[in-house]
């Protein structure tokens, strides 16, 4: 998740509204299939909530507390800011990025 975290968890809020036990289920479900597992530690509350909190701090996501029977859970949804700020980073990957491992497997650099 260093690095990419907070990338990886608004691009997942950006196509669904989650809560973030949803969010650790999802990205932990993705390790385990992509074999992952073996090199990452599984996240827990204690990496995806501070996540959560900075990204609503920014105004990039926005939360409200729902009741879902009697348990009270935090949704979070993204910001049109959010939205910006996905599109600049895939601008900037597709763009840059990209182009520069692309350079760098074929020994441009």
Do not use: C, V
């Not at 009697?70 to 990025?97: H, M, S, V």
Request: glycine share 8%; no cysteine.
């Amino acid at each position: 998740m260093r690095g990419f975290g907070k990338t990886i968890i608004l691009g997942m809020i950006k196509k669904h509204r989650l809560h973030g036990y949803e969010i650790m289920t999802n990205i932990n479900k993705f390790y385990l299939s992509h074999d992952l597992s073996k090199k990452m530690k599984p996240l827990g509350p204690s990496t995806i909530y501070p996540i959560l909190h900075d990204l609503e701090k920014k105004g990039l996501i926005t939360g409200t507390w729902e009741y879902q029977g009697k348990r009270k859970l935090k949704y979070y949804e993204i910001t049109p800011e959010g939205e910006a700020t996905i599109l600049r980073i895939r601008d900037i990957f597709e763009n840059n990025i990209a182009k520069l491992w692309e350079d760098f497997w074929n020994d441009e650099i």
